[in-house]
Each structure stands twice: as structure tokens, then as C-alpha cells.
């Protein structure tokens, strides 16, 4: 492919939004909308990237500051098309295509990108990305041949009822090479109503002084922009749809598809199967033939083959399930480790743990992992029992075969093959709850009594 740059289009206020946050900063499956952008654009390797700033530009700087990316600050904002101008400098001395888009549209993909670098040549100047939406409503039109070849481009308030009734829409995305884009960006003028620069006015002026301009095509969710929280919701859906379709597409069976929600790096294997309400955080990836039932809450977490999950579990970042583990019903998992074939069924939290294979995990066990200041850790041996309502106070190390009798606070090791029990002695006390009752019954009527 020709070499190209990308310059991203983020100096807007956001005013919509209502937040201290920039726009594009808002994530979408757990990522800034703008990284998705980023993200797609990497694919195809650019030479530069420029991402043009102006309203809380020090987030957008602290946001890429470990990213190839150059912070451009436009000031005052005067438009789109000046905006784009102001990413001249930082391009100075590149050359080859030059690749204008927007911050708030960011499921625009590196496939869509290929197409309009290819869609230019030695007559084609600029190409831009028309999209056809069910409702047109007020987006400016692109007037265009039947081979894509643009006659005009026309802002919907001054376009005729003819022209209105073209469908091709304008995403204001497009691309021209270096030695044409800066050219066309001054020539842009701002003789409108709001005094600015538009970035439209660089087909148009191509257009006028006989070049050829293009239009290329993308489905209308792909250039869909973010404006709101309303907006940002219904692109959040829009996500979280193709990436159901994507897991179901690769061998991953959703009970009720529409009730999975995925981060933007979920891993999941062949012959997954994820019951309704399943919630996926970043960081998560699961092994071929898991289960993950319904109600459960996944973030920074490993699932072996075969490993299962809840319902109504919560794996925090750190857990580890290996092969054919198994954590239950209201278990909380966090820098915790459950061997092969180990198993917690209910009512447990592991945390700051390692638990040794085809051990068995209590219900209502509890590694107390935290004294306040730091974090300790807790060891369990292979084919360890911990019995129900046990406490493991960590450091501590359970061996491997040993049995932690249930209703136990272990502050001390055990070693392999050993019983703890720490209980205090009952005392039995015959007759004494019968007395006890008779006692607190005659209290109670005298006081009735005196009422």
C-alpha cells in the first residue's frame, strides 16, 4: 500500500456530552472511541498519525502519550477544514495520502481506509466516504455518477428538493495526496453563516478546478457519529452486536445473545457456551469448552478448557481457572489461582491465592488476605479439603491431602496429609434454654401487664 498519515479530527467541545471527560475519550466495549479508530488505523501501518486537539487537549495528549501519535492544538476552532490544516506542520516533509477523519466516528475500518487509498490515482485528486442511512435528515449530499464519480457536494440547507432526494450522504471522511491536500485546505473559504472553514470545500474546490473526486461507499453504522450519551449508547449496541455475531460466527454458543455483553479484547475459544446476563470486562480470556453460566461478572480473568463458571460469579483480574476447574454460585475470585479440576461451588472469595488441583473449596471459605496494610498469600495444597466456613488467614499454607475441619480459623500451617480443627470446646447445659424461656415469657406478660 502507498504510504499514508492519519489525521483524527478532536477539537470539538463536546458540549453534548455533559462531561468533564473529552468526547472521544468515552469508551465503547471498555475503549476510548478514539483507540478504536487508532487501532483500526494500525492495521495499515500509517507513516504518521496526527490527532488534532483543541478543547481539553491535555487529556488527549496524556491519553496517547505511550502511542506513535502526534497532538496537534488548533486554537481558535474555525472548522473542520481548519482544523485539518493545523495537522500541516506536523506532516511537513511527508510524502503520500493523507487521510482526514473524525475522532467522534470510530468504527470506521482499515478495510473502508484501503478502499479510498485505492480509489486514488493520477486523474482521481480526493476521495471521499458517502454512506446511505435510512433516514437522510440533514446530512449534506453527495451528487455522484454511477462509477462514483462526484458531480457535486452540497450542505442539505442549500441543496435543492432534487438534490435532497439523493441518498448518498457525505461522512465528511476523506483522502488526497499530500502534494494536493494543503493546497485544497487554503483554498477552502469561509463565506457562510458561521464564518468557518469546512472540510466539505476541499471536494468541492477539487471539484472546480477539474479534478476528478470519487466517492467511495461504507455501510452507514461504520461513519456513525458521537455526539451524546444517547448516541454513545446506541453505538455501544451497535458494537456489542457484531461482537455476538463475531463469537457466535467463531463456535461460541450465547443462550440469549442479546444479554452478553463483551469487552473490546474477549478472548473466547471454540465450543465456549455463555448463559444469559454474562458480563465480560477487559482482559478476559476463556479456553475451548468452558461454560460460563448466567449472571456472572468476568474482569481480568483466565478460563481453562473445560473450566466452569457461576452462576452469579465474580472473577476479578488475577483469577486463574485451569483445566476443568470450577467456581460456583456467589464465589469471588481475585489474584487467585484454582488448579486443575479444583473447585469452590459456592458462597466462597479466594483472594491472593493458589489452590493445588482436584482441591475442594468449602462453602462459605474465606481467605483473609488483607490486614489492613498489605496483602498476603494464601497456599492449598493437591487434593486439600477445606471445610465449610473456614477461615484461612493468610500467610498461610494448607498441604497438599490435608483437611481443614469446617468451621476453622487456620492462622498456622498445615502440613501434608493433616486434620486441623480450630474450634472452641462446646459446653452443653442441660435444661438451660427451657429456663431461659420460661424466664424471658414471665417478664414479658408482666409487662403487658402494666400497659
Not at 502519550?65 to 500541516?88: C, I, S, Y
Not at 441543496?159 to 483522502?175: F, K, Y
Request: charged letters at 25%; one cysteine or more; proline letters at 3%.
Amino acid at each position: 500500500m502507498t504510504k499514508f498519515a492519519a489525521v483524527i479530527l478532536a477539537a470539538g467541545k463536546g458540549t453534548r456530552m455533559k462531561s468533564d471527560l473529552h468526547k472521544v475519550l468515552h469508551p465503547i466495549g471498555g475503549k476510548p472511541m478514539l483507540f478504536h479508530l487508532l487501532d483500526s488505523f494500525e492495521e495499515l501501518t500509517p507513516a504518521h498519525t496526527v490527532v488534532v486537539a483543541g478543547d481539553r487537549h491535555e487529556q488527549l495528549r496524556d491519553a496517547v502519550a505511550d502511542r506513535n501519535v502526534t497532538v496537534a492544538l488548533q486554537e481558535p476552532q474555525e472548522g473542520t477544514a481548519h482544523a485539518a490544516l493545523m495537522a500541516k506542520e506536523a506532516l511537513s516533509g511527508f510524502e503520500g495520502l493523507v487521510m482526514v477523519a473524525f475522532g467522534d466516528c470510530p468504527m470506521v475500518k482499515s478495510d473502508t481506509v484501503q478502499k479510498l487509498c485505492d480509489a486514488l490515482d493520477d486523474t482521481t485528486k480526493v476521495a471521499v466516504l458517502g454512506f446511505r442511512p435510512d433516514d437522510t435528515l440533514a446530512y449534506g449530499r453527495i451528487i455522484a455518477e454511477a462509477d462514483g464519480t462526484v458531480s457535486k457536494m452540497v450542505e442539505h440547507k442549500d441543496a435543492s428538493e432534487e438534490e435532497r432526494a439523493c441518498t448518498l450522504c457525505n461522512s465528511g471522511v476523506l483522502i488526497a495526496h499530500s502534494r494536493d491536500i494543503w493546497r485544497l485546505l487554503e483554498s477552502v473559504g469561509n463565506d457562510n453563516a458561521q464564518g468557518e472553514y469546512y472540510l466539505p470545500d476541499v471536494a468541492t474546490n477539487a471539484i472546480a478546478e477539474g479534478s476528478r473526486v470519487v466517492a467511495v461507499e461504507t455501510a452507514p453504522a461504520e461513519v456513525a457519529g458521537i455526539n451524546s450519551r444517547a448516541e454513545l449508547a446506541e453505538a455501544e449496541a451497535q458494537w456489542q452486536q457484531f461482537k455476538r455475531e463475531e463469537a457466535m460466527a467463531a463456535g461460541v454458543s450465547l443462550k440469549a445473545p442479546e444479554t452478553v455483553f463483551f469487552s473490546w479484547d474477549t478472548k473466547l475459544g471454540r465450543d465456549v457456551v455463555v448463559e444469559p446476563n454474562v458480563v465480560f470486562g477487559p482482559g478476559v480470556t476463556v479456553a475451548d469448552h468452558a461454560l460460563v453460566r448466567a449472571f456472572s461478572h468476568l474482569e481480568g480473568a483466565t478460563l481453562g478448557e473445560h473450566a466452569k463458571v457461576g452462576p452469579y460469579a465474580r472473577l476479578r483480574p488475577g483469577a486463574v481457572l485451569k483445566e476443568g476447574a470450577f467456581v460456583g454460585n456467589f464465589v469471588e475470585m481475585k489474584k487467585a489461582t484454582l488448579g486443575k479440576g479444583a473447585k469452590a461451588s459456592h458462597l466462597t472469595y479466594l483472594g491472593d491465592a493458589t489452590v493445588g488441583a482436584n482441591a475442594n473449596i468449602g462453602a462459605g471459605t474465606i481467605t483473609c488476605n488483607y490486614d489492613g496494610y498489605f496483602k498476603h498469600q494464601t497456599k492449598i495444597g493437591e487434593r486439600a479439603f477445606i471445610g465449610s466456613n473456614s477461615a484461612l488467614i493468610a500467610p498461610v499454607n494448607i498441604g497438599a491431602d490435608a483437611i481443614v475441619a469446617a468451621g476453622s480459623a487456620v492462622s498456622r500451617d498445615v502440613a501434608d496429609g493433616e486434620l486441623r480443627m480450630v474450634r472452641a470446646e462446646q459446653m452443653v447445659k442441660p435444661g438451660w434454654a427451657d429456663r431461659f424461656h420460661d424466664t424471658m415469657k414471665k417478664k414479658k406478660a408482666a409487662l403487658k401487664g402494666k400497659k
